[in-house]
């Protein structure tokens, strides 16, 4: 089974006003969390037509990152992206506050194992103000799980 996930995370109220702003959905995770899925059409709309990607990321456009800087000075906003398949995959994370980007990009390759701070979604989703509950990181705690594809928190 395969799971894949390429999303901006900031708070309900800060995603809300973006995704006015850009026409384009959002979806609801837990304690007080939005995401704004990284889907082919938005990636097209916000891309400067180059090619260039944000150095460690595959779905981050360039000039995106700017845009995610300025949206932090508010409240910290994360980019975030996993693509997994069979249990084998990668992840990557960076979190921007303020202006500055404060996380990473942190990733995992195939095959290595978290760190003991957790997966790099998992510290970004801290940074953010999301706590572990019970067994559950972050990442469960906050309802990633839902949807195994970015295209499902559209729908």
Same mark, same amino acid.
């Given at each position: 089974?395969?799971? =894949?996930?390429?999303?901006?995370?900031?708070?309900?109220?800060?995603?809300?006003?973006? &995704? +006015? *702003?850009?026409?384009?959905?959002?979806?609801?995770?837990?304690?007080?969390?939005?995401?704004?899925?990284?889907?082919?059409d938005l990636f097209d709309s916000v891309a400067n037509g180059d090619g260039?990607? &944000?150095?460690? /990321?595959?779905?981050l456009p360039e000039g995106f990152a700017g845009r995610l800087a300025e949206?932090? #000075?508010?409240?910290?906003?994360? /980019?975030?992206?996993? *693509?997994y398949f069979g249990g084998v995959g990668e992840q990557r994370a960076a979190?921007? *506050? #303020?202006?500055?980007?404060?996380?990473?990009?942190?990733?995992?390759?195939?095959?290595? +194992? /978290?760190? &003991?701070?957790?997966?790099?979604?998992?510290?970004?989703?801290?940074?953010?103000?999301?706590?572990?509950?019970?067994?559950?990181?972050? /990442?469960? #705690?906050?309802?990633?799980? +839902?949807? +195994?594809?970015? =295209?499902?928190?559209?729908?």
């Open positions: 089974m395969s799971y =894949e996930l390429r999303a901006v995370i900031a708070g309900e109220a800060l995603l809300r006003e973006i &995704a +006015r *702003d850009l026409s384009v959905a959002r979806g609801s995770l837990g304690q007080g969390l939005s995401l704004l899925p990284m889907t082919n260039a990607r &944000a150095p460690g /990321f595959r779905w949206w932090s #000075a508010a409240e910290p906003v994360a /980019f975030v992206e996993a *693509d979190v921007w *506050d #303020a202006g500055a980007l404060v996380l990473g990009p942190l990733g995992i390759a195939e095959g290595q +194992r /978290f760190p &003991a701070a957790g997966s790099p979604i998992s510290q970004a989703l801290r940074r953010l103000g999301a706590v572990a509950r019970g067994r559950d990181d972050e /990442f469960a #705690a906050v309802g990633l799980g +839902r949807h +195994r594809h970015s =295209e499902g928190w559209v729908s």
